[in-house]
């Protein structure tokens, strides 16, 4: 199983990002995919996760509210949208994917990464 993230960069407090995450050898239509980010000095924490087979959607505290996540089945790729970004949410974004499906929302329930991505929110 193979991720790849894309989508970050330098964007304005306020604006929105769009990380996208292209699944390989594992379909999204069957098996749970989240986000989870790690700010610099901090521990890697959840942001959100969708289940395969039912598509729940579960979301972390951070972003409760103002985050969103989708999936293409035809391209195997899950979306992630936070908006009214602020500095605090500054990190790297990783993808992962699990070897399971239903509400997953810790580390140790995805056994395969992206290499994640950059998001960095000026002020």
């Known amino acids: 199983v193979q991720l790849q993230a894309s989508g970050g960069g330098l964007v304005q407090a306020g604006d929105s990002l769009r990380p996208s995450c292209a699944v390989s050898?594992?379909?999204?239509?069957?098996?749970?995919t989240g986000w989870f980010r790690q700010a610099p000095g901090k521990e890697r924490e959840f942001v959100v996760s969708?289940?395969?087979?039912?598509?729940?959607?579960y979301f972390g505290g951070s972003v409760a509210g103002r985050s969103t996540i989708s999936r293409d089945f035809a391209e195997n790729t899950v979306h992630l949208q936070v908006d009214d970004l602020v500095p605090e949410d500054t990190a790297v974004y990783f993808c992962?994917?699990?070897?399971?499906?239903?509400?997953?929302?810790?580390?140790?329930?995805?056994?395969?990464w992206g290499q994640g991505t950059l998001v960095t929110v000026s002020s």
């Open positions: 969708m289940s395969g087979r039912d598509g729940y959607v």
């Open positions: 992962a994917s699990a070897p399971t499906d239903g509400k997953l929302m810790a580390e140790a329930d995805y056994d395969s």
């Open positions: 050898g594992r379909t999204v239509r069957d098996y749970s």
